[in-house]
C-alpha cells in the first residue's frame, strides 16, 4: 500500500535533482522534497524573498519568525547562507541561475502551461514568484496530487488564469509528478514514463483530463 501520498510524491520529486543544483521550492508539497533527497545529493535552496542556504524545518520551540520562506513558513539556514534583498533575489531567478523549481499546481496541461496562483472568486496563497520561476529556472518540475477531490487537474488545457504559458512552440513544464505516475511534456503531449503499479493504466488515463502517450519501455514507479 503506499504511504502518505505527499510524501510518496516528494520522493520521487526529489530522485530528479542532482549534485550541485540551485533549487528554489514552491510552498505545500515541495517544501517536503529535501528530506528525501538521495545519499551523496547536495543541493542549494534559493527562496525568492531573499536568500540561498535554506536548510530544515526547525524544532518545535525554536522558530524564529523572523526567518520565514517565501510561503511565511519558519525555516533554519545552513552554514555558508546568504541573505540579500528581492530585487538581487529575482535576478538570480531571472537571470537562469536557478537549476530547478518545483511548485505545486490547480492545473496543468498537456501543452506545459501551468495555473497555480488564482481561483477566481476564492482565496489563495497568489502569485509570489511562481511566474518569474517559471519562466527563469532552467527545469520546472510540478509536483501534485494527480486529482482534486476526483476532479481532473491534467487538463488538454487549463481553464483557470495562467500563472505561465509556453511561446512558440514552447512549454513552461517539463515533468509532472504524481501519486499515479511520472508525465513528460513532450512537443505530441503528455508522456507517462513511469505508472505506480498500484493503478493501472486505465485508472490513470481516467483520472487524467488530456491523452496519454504510453511508450512502450514505460517504467514502474519507484519513490
Excluded: W
Excluded at 526567518?67 to 555558508?80: H, Q, R
Excluded at 491534467?154 to 511561446?167: F, M, N, S, V
Excluded at 513511469?194 to 496519454?212: H, M, R, V
Amino acid at each position: 500500500m503506499m504511504e502518505n501520498v505527499k510524501e510518496f510524491i516528494a520522493k520521487r520529486v526529489a530522485k530528479e535533482l542532482k549534485d550541485g543544483y540551485v533549487v528554489n521550492l514552491g510552498i505545500g508539497l515541495p517544501t517536503l522534497v529535501p528530506n528525501y533527497l538521495p545519499e551523496g545529493v547536495d543541493i542549494t535552496l534559493q527562496s525568492e524573498n531573499g536568500f540561498v542556504g535554506l536548510g530544515g524545518n526547525p524544532e518545535p520551540g525554536k522558530e524564529d519568525m523572523h526567518l520565514v520562506n517565501a510561503g511565511g513558513m519558519p525555516v533554519t539556514v545552513v552554514e555558508g547562507a546568504a541573505f540579500f534583498d528581492s530585487s538581487f533575489s529575482f535576478s538570480l531567478i531571472r537571470g537562469g541561475h536557478v537549476d530547478a523549481t518545483i511548485l505545486g499546481a490547480m492545473q496543468v496541461d498537456a501543452k506545459g502551461n501551468i495555473a497555480n496562483y488564482k481561483i477566481p472568486g476564492k482565496m489563495v496563497a497568489g502569485m509570489g514568484g511562481a511566474m518569474d520561476l517559471c519562466c527563469g529556472a532552467k527545469e520546472v518540475i510540478v509536483a501534485m496530487e494527480h486529482t482534486n477531490k476526483g476532479k481532473h487537474k491534467i487538463l488538454e488545457e487549463c481553464t483557470l488564469p495562467l500563472t505561465a504559458k509556453g511561446t512558440h512552440g514552447g512549454h513552461i513544464v517539463d515533468l509532472i509528478i504524481t501519486e499515479m505516475g511520472v508525465m513528460k511534456v513532450t512537443d505530441e503531449g503528455l508522456v507517462l514514463s513511469e505508472y505506480n503499479p498500484e493503478f493501472t493504466l486505465e485508472q490513470i488515463q481516467e483520472a487524467t483530463g488530456a491523452k496519454l502517450i504510453i511508450p512502450d519501455d514505460i517504467k514502474e514507479m519507484e519513490a
